[in-house]
């Protein structure tokens, strides 16, 4: 069964455009965005992927390259594409580690 977070979060392309989309216009509409994005420059693109990022804010774990699993607060994308977090103590930037779980 869904969680009740997920039961009053859930949707789908077809409930928020309020029209049937097949499969092939879905596709056909990310395609077309990525290739319109792909000829950014990076310094361009990185504020917009801060802008739409969904862990902003969020408490997330993150396990760094050494294997060390660390529970920060996600605080923003830096220009270089690094992930600027708090720790509890202090603020620092993850610039290769994997998110294992978003809260």
Do not use: W
Request: glycine share 4%; net charge negative.
């Amino acid at each position: 069964a869904a969680s009740a977070d997920l039961t009053n979060t859930a949707t789908s392309v077809e409930n928020e455009l309020h029209r049937p989309v097949s499969r092939e216009e879905l596709l056909a509409a990310i395609c077309s965005k990525f290739e319109t994005l792909s000829v950014l420059p990076v310094i361009d693109l990185i504020p917009l992927y801060a802008n739409h990022s969904m862990l902003i804010g969020c408490q997330i774990d993150v396990q760094e390259q050494e294997g060390t699993l660390n529970t920060v607060t996600a605080l923003s994308i830096n220009p270089d594409g690094s992930l600027r977090v708090f720790d509890g103590e202090s603020e620092h930037d993850l610039h290769a580690a994997e998110v294992v779980r978003v809260r």
